[in-house]
Structure formats: structure tokens, C-alpha cells
């Protein structure tokens, strides 16, 4: 076993703990970025012009009538920029744009002494505008080729040949929505100078040490001159990892130009008509199955919905491209990718990072075709399971393929699989106009960044004389429990119990060059830099107690605030007294700690390598009901069994599974983005851009009954303590939420009916894809090459999307049931 992730007795790691900061949350004491404002006198507030196009050249801007109005202290435009006009890593986000590329976008910012004199001051602004065409729908910009960044492929073996020697081929096309991230906290950010001109910004950001680069580019500054602070965050989920960076950027520059605090921070409509989401996509694919219903080729092409400019779509399109093969083995595949530009807000990360899009395509395959086969999902499914050592169509070999049979026999048997099958088949038999359904799906997700580079990670310790812990490092909080588990291994590492230690607030003056905390990764990199600093003090201290004691360096133990000799408990040495003694012979009581993640390769002009540090695995299982009338469904019971090692903070770990898998089930049944495509002059403003017309999970979609455990014997051999991952990978066991409704969709039907169903599954999705069951249709095919026309199921008025979906059986060996 190796030093990184092997126990000590009695750790502090593996203790079920509630969150570090529960208590400040539930009574409101905790403080977020925006809270800090009652606390800075002077501030102004910041508020944009947005644009009243999806696309257009700006052709006059007066900010005059602004500046004359009450309370307005400055208009802050492009000619204010001492640095660069540029908020995105890529260099294409022009902070203050001469050409707007989505409805929305922020053409100037108004400051005033409150928030509400700078609202009314933006409705002053005049702008006048050049038309130009805008694309709204992704299918819109492929059928244009309007493209943008990189077009990755990834190939693996003769797919052509893999096709040709399948029995049963089919293809089909699949368009799903993105997704708002609707954090709690909006984006923030307070920012001010001192008198040495050092700009300090407190901001709601993912990635400090990014948003202090941006900061410093636009204000034509070097990085040390520009501090970046963290407190915390009312949520992130990935769309604080780049967006922030912009709107840190406007409240620096508006205090080095009024020598003033600024405040930005957006309400909720802002944020969602100003930041970027999940990418939708968009998918066509061919795949081929032997007879025996085993994947044999898959050729697809994914189209990502960027928005307007790249952020990090490339990334997210590259993760999606290597988890199309979720769990299952594929002998021969072909995956080319390409990003759309749009004229939407620029898309970014969002929990899962462009894996759910890739893993979705697949699960939906398989859904599609099992009826086709003659085969049921769940045996479709385990069937194409990877086997130990299998590669990746990347080339990854997959370790741990066990773990996929594990959490899937053991949902199985805990879940009552068996006679549940058998009660849902009776009751759909009772019951003409209500059907239920029973669908099982498994999670193989890769942990590490895309970009090897940022696999690393820093922290700084103290222990103080009187032998209280202090501890800095570069991840940030934003409520999923990571510095509760920095706490625990760093009291875990040095002995000590957890009262002992403390930890600061994220900040790039205490450690550099951080990576975001994203990618599951921020309790492996940023626990490993943690155990490495507490490591080189312990080390130090255990020469000054073997002193003491007249023993060897090498067999002094750290436990439970105690330091000993093996085998001379009895002897044992307070932990302050040692370090005091540390202190007086002089010894280092601080230590900066570094973690790289070992065993990364990866070439992403090949898209071929060993880009992950290992897999995370688990298996869900669900039940739903759904009325034929209406379309409306609730969840019955959920059964997870999820892989996260030898966790750090079980209770903590639970939640995240917990949280995950509802905001997946959310992703995928419930959140409904639209945009406005007509060729009025609202095209492209977002329609749903409040709780009001975007639907939230809330209690009413939560499981009746709600079973999560968390696999165990599974330690991860070379991860910090043992553990695993736990951010990202659950969120995808809501996969068997849609093929639930997708079975019960298809009971309505005869047996063996394959079944349509869009992403999101919203009720109204639900009702047309049962309707379409009803009526014997197989879902827009096409048999042998012969199109089937699939009348309109809606009634007269009806809106709603009918799914975007395709399916069409091409071999000649046509199913039963077919």
C-alpha cells in the first residue's frame, strides 16, 4: 500500500462528520462574497447595458444621459480598459464588445452609489444597432458550418468492418438540451485598491488563481499586484470555473478608476441571461450489434452547442468523446467531434464537464435498440460491461471493471430487482391509463483534468506554538464539503484531533498558480498537497520528540494529539509540548505542500493516452409511475451503490450522491431551456430566465423511497487515504430516471415497442412518447431503408418539442418484434 493512501489507526478520515460549516449555513450566519459589502463602506454598484440583439454591430453608444443621472459616479466602457479588452483565456470575449453575439450581452457597465440608481441610469443608455443574422439552434449552425475551435476524433479499430459484420445496424440522430446551473449565490465579486495600488477582489470563483490573471490582463497588471480571495461559494457546479473572471475584471477596473470599493453582483435574471450553461448537443450515430445483442462498431459524430465563444468547449467536447463508451466495450469505434457557434450565451463546465453528454448518447442507444433486439435493457446493458483490462477507445486500459458488476448485483439485491420486475409487469397488466417502470443504469466516469498540466495543486501549513493547526490551500468551498475533508486529513496526518486545525480562506497570495477546483479532482490534488505539507512537519517533529524519548526518528507515532514510541504509549508526549520544544531548538513549524497526480499521458491530437487517474463507478436503479392522461410521472423508489474508495467523509460523500443524482435527474426530465427562434427582434433572448419558467427539482420530484450506499472493500490504491472522487460521477446514475420513463412509455404499447423519448423527458415529452406507444410506432423508424410516417400526436395549439430523435433499423435481419 502505498504512503498516500495508506491509515493510520484511529484517522480522522473515514469519520462521519457533518459539513465545517453546516451550522453557519442553516442560521445564516456564513458569509459570502456579496454579505462583505455591509462591510466596506463606500462601495458603488455596478450594473450593465445588455444588448437588445442576438447579433449586431454596435454603431453608436451615448452614455451621456447615464452619466448625468442621480447617483451615478462613472460609465465604464472599452476606452477605460488600460490593459486588454478581454475577459476569456482564448482571447475571444471581448469585455466590453463593439459587436454583441447574444441577446443580453454586456455592452458597458453603469456605476453608481446603489444598486437601484444604477439600474435606472443602464435604461438610459442609448444604443443603436446593425442587424446581423443570428443563429439560435445548433441544428441552424451546422446546416450553416458555423463552426469554431478544434474538431477532435477518436478512432479505434475498422469501424466500417465492424458494421458490415453486424448482425443488426442502426442509426439514428438525438438533439438534447443544456442546462442552468441556478446556484444559489449569483455571480459576485467585490473588489478595491490600496494605497500601493494593490487590487484586492474578493470573488464567487472556482478558480481564483484564473480569475487574478484575467484581473491583471484587463488592468494591464502583473499577477502579484492583483489578490484574489474566495470565502466561499453559494454553489458552483462548474459555472464559476470561467465565467467569474469577467465580472471580477468590471469591479476592478471600476475601483482603480474611482479609487472606490465596487460591488457586482447579478440577480438572478442577469445571471441567467448573461452566463453560460451546460452544452446542449447534438448527435448522429451508427451502431452494429451481433446477434447476441453485443456492441460490435459505433460511428458518431457530436456536435456541441458552444455559444458564442469557446470558454471551454473544446475540453468539454474532448470528455465527452472519450465517455460515449460509459461502461461497455466496443470493439470497433469512430466518434468525430466539432463545436457550433451560436449566437447564446458562451457555454462552459457544468458538473460532469461534457461526460454526461457523451455517456447519455450511448445509454440512449442502448434504450432504443433493446426492444429491437429482443433483448431487455438490463441484460443488454450487463452484457456489454467492460472486462478487466479492456482499453478505452482512447487506449486507457480499465482497472477495477469488477467494481461495474459490484454496484450492479448488489442494487439488484438490495433493490428487490426480481420481484419488482414481476409486481411492475402485474400492475402495468391492471392498469390501462397509469404505467410504471423499472430501469437500471451503471456510471464508468474518469477522474483527472483534461489537461495534464492541471493535475497539481499547493498548500501551506502552520502549526503555532501553542500547537494549533492552521491550514491554506488552493481548492474552494462551495458547499460540497471540501475543506470538511481537508480539515480530516490534515488532523489525520499530524495526529492531532480536528479542533486543532483551522483552515483560511482560499487566496492566491497564499498559494500560487492553483488549479480550479473542478473535474472531481479537488480532494485528490488539494488533499495531496495537504498531506505533503503536514507530512514535512511531522517529520521535523518526530526528530525532536525521538530526542526526548532516546529513540529512533523513524518509530514515533502521531495520534490523537499524542506523540510516542511504538510500543511506549505510556511514554507518550502531548502534541504542544512538542511543538513548543520544536519551537525553542528552532525547528520549521510551517511547510508549503505540492501534489501532481502520477501516471497522466494524454495526446490530444490523437485523442489518445491515459488521460485519468483511475475510474469512478457506480450502478442506480429506478422506479417511476406515469399517469397516460397527462404525461406527469413521479419517482417510486431510487437504489444507488456508488464507488467513491475508502472515503474521506462518508456522510459528506452520501450528500453529494445524493445532490448529484437529483441535479442529473433534473438535466434530464425536468430543465427546459429555450430560447426565442422566431424572426421577431426578441430572437435569441432566453425565454425561461427565472424560477418562475425554469423547472427546479424540488420536494415534490425528490424518490418516495431513497436508497444510497456507498460500495465498500473498495479502497483506491495511490489516491490520498484511499478514496475516490465523488463530485461529478453521481450525477449520471440519473440515467436510469429517463430509461424508466422510457419503460414505462413503452408499456403503453405492445411488446417490444422502442421508444422516442427527448431530453428533457418533461412531462409533455412523456405524453407524446406514450402516445406514440399507443399507437404501435416505433419511434420515427425506418425499416430497411423505408421510411415510416409518423403523424403529429399533439392536439391543435399544442407547443411542446416532439423529441428530436431518430431511429432507423438498417440490417436485413429484422427483430420479432419489429
Known amino acids: 500500500m502505498s504512503a498516500l493512501s495508506q491509515r493510520p489507526d484511529n484517522p480522522v478520515v473515514g469519520v462521519e462528520l457533518p459539513h465545517e460549516a453546516a451550522s453557519l449555513h442553516v442560521t445564516g450566519a456564513a458569509l459570502y462574497t456579496d454579505d462583505l459589502v455591509d462591510r466596506t463602506p463606500g462601495a458603488l454598484h455596478a450594473w450593465p447595458v445588455q444588448s437588445t440583439q442576438a447579433h449586431a454591430r454596435v454603431t453608436r453608444l451615448d452614455v451621456e444621459p447615464a452619466r448625468r443621472a442621480p447617483g451615478v459616479v462613472r460609465v465604464l466602457t472599452a476606452d477605460d480598459v488600460p490593459g486588454v479588452n478581454d475577459a476569456g483565456v482564448k482571447h475571444d470575449e471581448p469585455l466590453f464588445p463593439s459587436e454583441v453575439m447574444f441577446f443580453g450581452h454586456a455592452i458597458c457597465w453603469v456605476l453608481a452609489e446603489t444598486l437601484e440608481a444604477a439600474r435606472q441610469a443602464a435604461a438610459l443608455v442609448e444604443v443603436d444597432y446593425e442587424p446581423l443574422p443570428a443563429l439560435i439552434d445548433v441544428k441552424e449552425a451546422i446546416d450553416a458550418e458555423s463552426f469554431q475551435g478544434g474538431r477532435p476524433k477518436m478512432e479505434r479499430g475498422d469501424v466500417d468492418a465492424g458494421i458490415e459484420r453486424s448482425a443488426h445496424v442502426f442509426s439514428g440522430e438525438f438533439q438534447f438540451s443544456g442546462q442552468e446551473h441556478f446556484y444559489l449565490e449569483t455571480h459576485a465579486a467585490l473588489a478595491l485598491v490600496d494605497e500601493f495600488g494593490q487590487v484586492f477582489v474578493q470573488s464567487s470563483t472556482q478558480h481564483p488563481s484564473e480569475t487574478q490573471e484575467i484581473v491583471a490582463h484587463v488592468l494591464g497588471l502583473a499577477s502579484h499586484e492583483v489578490t484574489v480571495q474566495c470565502l466561499r461559494m453559494g454553489g458552483g457546479f462548474g459555472g464559476k470555473e470561467m465565467q467569474p473572471h469577467g465580472f471580477a475584471a468590471i469591479a476592478a477596473l471600476g475601483s482603480t478608476l474611482t479609487g472606490r470599493p465596487v460591488r457586482l453582483r447579478l440577480n438572478r435574471t442577469l445571471d441567467m441571461t448573461m452566463s453560460g450553461k451546460r452544452h446542449g448537443f447534438h ?90 433486439l429482443g433483448i431487455d435493457a438490463e441484460t443488454l446493458r450487463r452484457r456489454n460491461f467492460y472486462a478487466e483490462g479492456q482499453p478505452t477507445p482512447y487506449g486507457q486500459p480499465v482497472q477495477q471493471a469488477d467494481r461495474l458488476r459490484r454496484t450492479w448485483d448488489q442494487v439488484k439485491e438490495t433493490g428487490d430487482w426480481d420481484a419488482r420486475v414481476a409486481e411492475i409487469a402485474a400492475f402495468n397488466a391492471a392498469h390501462d391509463d397509469v404505467k410504471r417502470g423499472l430501469a437500471i443504469t451503471p456510471v464508468k466516469f474518469g477522474i483527472s483534468f483534461n489537461l495534464t498540466a492541471f493535475n497539481q495543486a499547493g498548500a501551506l501549513v502552520h502549526v503555532y506554538k501553542d500547537g494549533s493547526v492552521l491550514i491554506n490551500h488552493g481548492g474552494t468551498e462551495m458547499g460540497q464539503g471540501l475543506h470538511t475533508k481537508m480539515l480530516q ?54 526528530q525532536v520528540a525521538a530526542q526526548e524519548l532516546g529513540v529512533s526518528a523513524a518509530d514515533m507515532r502521531f495520534s490523537d494529539g499524542k506523540v510516542f514510541a511504538i510500543g511506549q504509549q505510556d511514554k507518550a508526549v502531548e502534541w504542544a509540548e512538542v511543538v513548543r520544544r520544536a519551537y525553542f531548538q528552532r525547528v520549521q513549524l510551517w511547510a508549503a505542500g505540492f501534489y501532481r497526480t502520477e501516471g497522466l499521458h494524454w495526446d490530444s491530437t490523437v485523442m489518445q493516452g491515459s488521460p485519468f487517474k483511475y ?45 448529484g443524482f437529483v441535479q442529473g435527474a433534473g438535466w434530464l426530465t425536468l430543465e427546459d431551456l429555450r430560447w426565442d427562434e422566431s424572426d421577431r427582434p426578441t430572437r435569441g433572448r432566453l425565454l425561461t430566465q427565472a ?56 408499456a403503453f404499447g405492445p411488446a417490444g415497442t422502442s421508444v422516442d423519448l427527448a431530453s428533457p423527458a418533461t412531462p409533455e415529452a412523456v405524453f407524446w412518447a406514450l402516445s406514440e406507444a399507443r399507437d404501435g410506432e416505433q419511434g420515427h423508424l425506418r425499416l430497411d431503408g423505408a421510411a415510416a410516417d409518423v403523424p403529429d400526436q399533439r392536439p391543435a395549439g399544442a407547443t411542446g418539442a416532439r423529441p428530436e430523435s431518430e431511429a432507423v433499423l438498417e440490417s436485413s435481419g429484422t427483430p420479432a418484434q419489429v
Open 283 to 372: 448527435a448522429e450515430w451508427r451502431v452494429g450489434f451481433d446477434d447476441d445483442g453485443r456492441l460490435q462498431a459505433l460511428d458518431a459524430t457530436l456536435t456541441a452547442d458552444g455559444g458564442w465563444s469557446l470558454d471551454l468547449s473544446e475540453p468539454v467536447l474532448a470528455r465527452a468523446l472519450c465517455h460515449i463508451d460509459n461502461a461497455y466495450w466496443v470493439p470497433d469505434v469512430r466518434v468525430n467531434g466539432r463545436i457550433a457557434k451560436t449566437h447564446k450565451t458562451s457555454q462552459t463546465a457544468f458538473r460532469g464537464f461534457g461526460g454526461p453528454q457523451g455517456m447519455l448518447v450511448i445509454e440512449d442507444i442502448l434504450g432504443r435498440c433493446a426492444p429491437l
Open 489 to 542: 486529513v490534515a488532523a489525520t496526518s499530524l495526529g492531532v484531533p480536528l479542533q486543532t486545525v483551522r483552515l483560511a480562506p482560499t487566496r492566491t497570495d497564499k498559494v500560487p498558480n492553483t488549479s480550479a477546483t473542478a473535474a472531481s479532482s479537488g480532494a485528490d490534488l488539494n488533499g495531496g498537497a495537504v498531506k505533503n505539507a503536514c507530512e514535512q512537519i511531522r517529520e521535523r517533529l518526530a
Open 615 to 659: 475510474f469512478a463507478y457506480g450502478c442506480a436503479a429506478t422506479e417511476v409511475e406515469v399517469d397516460g392522461f397527462t404525461g406527469a410521472y413521479r419517482t417510486r423508489r431510487v437504489d444507488i451503490v456508488h464507488d467513491v474508495g475508502d472515503s474521506l467523509s462518508p456522510l459528506v460523500d452520501i450528500g453529494q450522491v445524493e445532490g
Open 691 to 746: 424560477a418562475s419558467t425554469y423547472k427546479l427539482p424540488s420536494f415534490s420530484e425528490m424518490p418516495e423511497v431513497f436508497n444510497v450506499a456507498l460500495l465498500e472493500h473498495a479502497h483506491e490504491e495511490g489516491a490520498v487515504y484511499g478514496s475516490k472522487a465523488v463530485g461529478e460521477p453521481p450525477l449520471m446514475l440519473a440515467f436510469s430516471v429517463r430509461e424508466a420513463l422510457r419503460q414505462a412509455c413503452a
